[in-house]
């Protein structure tokens, strides 16, 4: 039985210190791993790196390609430049074994347009996430990524819940509201300035980002906090204690280098009573459950 599913291009990043781990896919299952379930991913993927040892415990479905997608990023004063390498090529609805369909939790976490629109619609009874920032950032010759307009499949709006930066969203200031109109819960990241919930029916509420003492790598920590949070979702049904767990999820993850800060969920709880503290009494009923 698999808990999690996410479904995306596995990515080779590109560092000085040598190729490592990367992609929605990979720091989403590794969060879910770290927090008790058992989790898939399903993916098109070339050989450079060893994901199975690389991603202990997680189960792949690879289609197997020439090459990779890969990225270069560069963080200039806490805004990321990144750059496309390479792209490998999408991943087709009949890439997800029949077996893996019935997953309490599936996240659907593009990278570069690899997404199949006829997804959604093969998992009838799953909490349906989706993370659309690699369907809302283009590339030219030179592989600079810029952030574009939403050209995605209208389809992949039927998930219930969609879960993005301020930064994915420059390019297109209709994504946001468009979103709002299709998807019943909605939140809208924004790094060291913390997250905003939108859900159907309610008013926005905003969750600060936990502190950290010292900053060493924010790559991941936007798919840390959508696992956590969907994770934590299914589990209570309390989209507020899920945001705030989310927060304190992925406070860990900008202190570490890569998959390294993914915490576990004894972790996450003992940060969530001093994010509650930290709130004040007016915060605190949201991080109970």
Known sequence: MIDYLAIGHL???????????????????????????????????????????????????????????????????????????????????????????????????????EIDGGLPALFKRSLIGLTPQGLLRQWGPDGTVRQGRWAGDDRLLSADVAIFSDDDVAGDPDFLPRCLGAVPITLLTSGAGGATLFQRGTGPVHFPAFPVQREVDPTGAGDVFAAAFLIEYNRTRDPHRAAAFACCAASFVVEAQGLEGVPDREMVESRLEEYGRLLGRGHRDTTSG
């Open 11 to 113: 990515v080779v990043d590109r560092l000085s210190a040598g190729p490592t781990p990367g992609g929605s896919v990979a720091y989403a299952c590794a969060t879910a791993v770290r927090l008790g379930l058992t989790a898939a991913i399903v993916t098109v993927a070339g050989e450079e790196l060893a994901w199975e040892r690389l991603l202990p415990g997680v189960r792949l479905a690879r289609i197997p390609t020439r090459v990779s997608t890969s990225f270069e990023n560069l963080y200039v004063g806490g805004r990321r430049r990144q750059r496309v390498l390479a792209t490998a090529g999408p991943i087709p609805v009949e890439a997800v074994p029949h077996d893996w369909v019935a997953a309490p939790i599936v996240h659907l976490a593009p990278v570069a347009w």
